[in-house]
């Protein structure tokens, strides 16, 4: 593991952990964000960002310097614990990956709790991928991806097409996505104190401002307690010491149950969403190269256009 690894862990343990710790409301951690983003992140020299809308939802769209001549588009949900994040604070990651396939990709902005609580996040995930798909995308050329709390509306979205019957996209993966919130894995707990980004005495109430009082295994959120036949490869990778680290196995197992191609990547101490540190962290910029070779690998295989 890298010497930025072990710094970067020490500056969020100190800095970050405590910082969700004392957040009362939503309003520090989304102002925290917004502007290390500014001052941390970045997209490859010459990508282009503007918005526009999904239906009437509005969306970030990225496109690259160089594009493929027949590019896929990644629709993904950035992470927050459904309260704070934006498509801005997720845009320089998405669009390092997006650089590394040659395709667009757009970042629905999706209401936000405690202001639009369930089941407002889910059903704005389902908004864009209908909005994408009438537009005249083709699924298999679509790619979901999200991490964290936007792992769950990634992976709860596809259990929903699933159960649907509904067109399906080519593949699907999520960084240290949210999977469960019941917090029923052993990770949640025996994890508490090694994960140096969320604090688990926390997620109760942010889930609760979140579901307020609706079920928590509802797959639409909890995609654990959803069901994935006919899905398409799923990509997913964790680190060893989250609290989440049980929710990504999980998942993993009920995909394979249902018969789904599952890669499962874990790694070991590094970060919650560490991908989001490409500029900082040499395992970040490893697992956007992964995820994108497994992409093209996917998208390469006999049969597939």
Not at 271 to 278: E, N, Q
Request: net charge neutral.
């Amino acid at each position: 593991m890298s010497l930025q690894r072990y710094l970067l862990n020490g500056w969020l343990r100190r800095v970050e952990k405590p910082r969700m710790v004392r957040a009362q409301t939503p309003e520090p951690l989304r102002r925290a964000l917004e502007f290390q983003a500014k001052l941390l992140f970045h997209a490859p020299r010459g990508t282009t960002q503007r918005w526009t809308k999904l239906a009437h939802l509005p969306a970030l769209e990225i496109v690259p310097k160089y594009v493929a001549a027949e590019p896929l588009t990644i629709l993904y949900f950035h992470g927050g614990g459904f309260t704070f994040g934006s498509p801005r604070t997720h845009a320089a990651m998405v669009a390092q990956l997006a650089y590394r396939l040659g395709a667009r990709a757009i970042l629905p902005q999706y209401r936000l709790a405690p202001e639009a609580p369930f089941p407002a996040a889910p059903d704005d995930a389902l908004t864009a991928w209908n909005a994408l798909v009438a537009a005249g995308t083709a699924p298999r050329d679509i790619v979901i991806g999200g991490d964290s709390a936007g792992g769950a509306l990634a992976f709860g979205l596809l259990a929903d097409l699933c159960a649907k019957g509904a067109a399906l996209p080519g593949v699907v993966f999520g960084f240290s996505p949210l999977t469960d919130m019941t917090h029923s894995g052993e990770s949640f707990q025996k994890n508490a104190d090694c994960d140096v980004v969320l604090p688990a005495k926390r997620a109760d109430r942010m889930g609760q401002m979140f579901l307020m009082q609706h079920p928590p295994e509802d797959p639409r959120v909890s995609p654990v307690f959803g069901k994935f036949e006919g899905a398409p490869p799923i990509w997913i990778t964790v680190g060893d010491t989250e609290i989440l680290h049980d929710d990504a196995l999980s998942l993993a197992q009920v995909c394979q149950r249902d018969g789904v191609e599952v890669t499962l990547v874990e790694q070991h101490d590094l970060p919650h969403v560490w991908p989001i540190f490409h500029n900082i962290l040499p395992e970040a910029k490893e697992s956007l190269d992964s995820l994108a070779a497994w992409i093209r690998q996917q998208r390469d295989r006999p049969g597939e256009s």
